[in-house]
């Protein structure tokens, strides 16, 4: 027999008909991540986010002062791009150096929000009865407090706040909303078939958290990260504004706002420039999120 006829008979079952040839082997579905780079609202908003992320780390070695070096006379709109502060420093100074704690704050305290509420929420609808009922009812106690309310709290019995402080308080505002979406989500996957099989053949609740639950809420809890860094971006702002930020000498932008708000018709730029840029910065984050939650809406669909 030759090779043809050997490679012939091998497509041919004992019945004497032609066995089908194999299935085509479909392509592996792209990750959420490229599914979203085809969205231009999220390409646009990863766009400014980065640039913003590497002005942030950079642009203090390319200032052209120091963070509280002394450039002119107070709010005077000749010196430098943007004029001088309250206290004659170089506004776009200034704003090249004060990025960084905000920056900082708001991406840890974002993650840390993210995490204790993933864990909450997941841990909730996947146990059900009483783990439920308790981790929700405190969840709405939480809840039921304002953001910048509840840091204010404990930041006005502190005398002076360090970074980690602000950070816990960040992440602890944000864990309630996002406890609340995971719930939500896991509640309509713990169900399913894949799930049950693996409960039936003796995984652990925590593998099976992390292997078969996790991993199909990626699309929504990635859209509500984005959605929480734009807050936090906010909020540290806001607490910087107020007064409360890590080190009250440096340059922080919400603290820029509050410095020379009573100089905002003599010189604008003094207030305007760390307005913007924590104006771009949310836009951004939050073109991102909306790009992650249109993905994760046609998913569902």
Do not use: C
Not at 59 to 79: D, F, H, Q, R, S
Request: glycine share 12%; proline share 6%.
């Amino acid at each position: 027999m030759t090779a043809d006829q050997s490679h012939e008979h091998e497509h041919v079952s004992l019945s004497g008909e032609e066995a089908p040839p194999p299935p085509p082997i479909a392509p592996a579905e792209p990750g959420t991540f490229k599914k979203a780079l085809r969205q231009k609202r999220f390409t646009v908003g990863l766009g400014i986010t980065v640039l913003l992320v590497a002005f942030v780390i950079f642009a203090p070695y390319l200032a052209p002062y120091g963070e509280n070096e002394v450039a002119g006379p107070p709010y005077n709109k000749a010196t430098g791009l943007f004029g001088t502060d309250y206290l004659g420093q170089d506004v776009l100074s200034r704003v090249m150096h004060g990025g960084g704690e905000i920056l900082l704050i708001a991406l840890l305290g974002t993650l840390l929000g993210m995490v204790l509420g993933i864990a909450i929420g997941v841990v909730a609808a996947y146990g059900g009865g009483w783990w439920d009922e308790v981790l929700m009812r405190l969840n709405d106690v939480i809840l039921s407090f304002p953001q910048i309310l509840l840091a204010l709290v404990v930041l006005t019995a502190l005398q002076r706040p360090s970074a980690w402080v602000l950070i816990v308080l960040v992440g602890v505002s944000h864990a309630p909303r996002v406890a609340r979406l995971a719930r939500g989500v896991a509640l309509g996957i713990v169900t399913r078939d894949f799930v049950i099989a693996a409960e039936a053949l003796g995984e652990r609740r925590s593998r099976v958290i992390l292997a078969e639950v996790l991993p199909n809420m990626n699309a929504p809890l990635l859209a509500e990260g984005g959605l929480r860094l734009t807050y936090s971006i906010g909020l540290v702002g806001a607490l910087g504004f107020l007064g409360f930020s890590a080190d009250p000498g440096a340059a922080n932008w919400g603290q820029m706002i509050q410095e020379n708000r009573l100089g905002l018709a003599t010189q604008p730029w003094a207030v305007l420039a760390p307005v913007l840029i924590i104006a771009i910065f949310a836009i951004g984050t939050n073109l991102m999120a909306d790009g992650i939650a249109q993905v994760a809406q046609r998913g569902d669909n």
